[in-house]
């Protein structure tokens, strides 16, 4: 596994341009700064592994990019359905807060397959 700097960076560009969209859709509600900062925060965490990273085996990094595709669509339903229909926080922290917890305990089990 190498990372590639410049594509780490473009990775982290993205996502918080996607995290102000987030935040801009859900202007003037309660928890928009949140909705903002929680949605750049679940991006980073799925496009770093996705585009910044090079992986040893082709395998792999093409199960891990897989993977991270469908979280990041999941993602994408799920902060802006929040940020368009309001964000409660309890909800809105249960449901990123589970999805990123999944994406990244099935993460860490593909760079274990990785190792051996």
């Known amino acids: 596994m190498k990372a590639n700097i410049f594509l780490t960076l473009i990775s982290i560009a993205i996502s918080c341009l996607t995290g102000y969209t987030a935040f801009v859709i859900?202007?003037?509600q309660e928890n928009d700064i949140i909705c903002g900062i929680v949605t750049t925060i679940c991006f980073v965490a799925t496009l770093v592994p996705m585009i910044?990273?090079?992986y040893e085996s082709e395998r792999i990094a093409v199960n891990i990019r897989v993977l991270c595709t469908l979280f990041i669509?999941?993602?994408i339903i799920s902060n802006?359905?929040?940020a368009l229909f309001g964000v409660k926080?309890?909800?809105?922290i249960m449901v990123n807060g589970l999805i990123l917890l999944i994406f990244l305990?099935?993460?860490y089990k593909f760079q274990k397959l990785n190792n051996l």
Request: aromatic share 32%.
């Open 26 to 28: 859900a202007a003037g």
């Open 89 to 92: 926080m309890p909800y809105y």
């Open 52 to 54: 910044g990273i090079q």
């Open 73 to 75: 669509i999941s993602f």
């Open 105 to 107: 305990a099935i993460f």
């Open 80 to 82: 802006f359905s929040f």
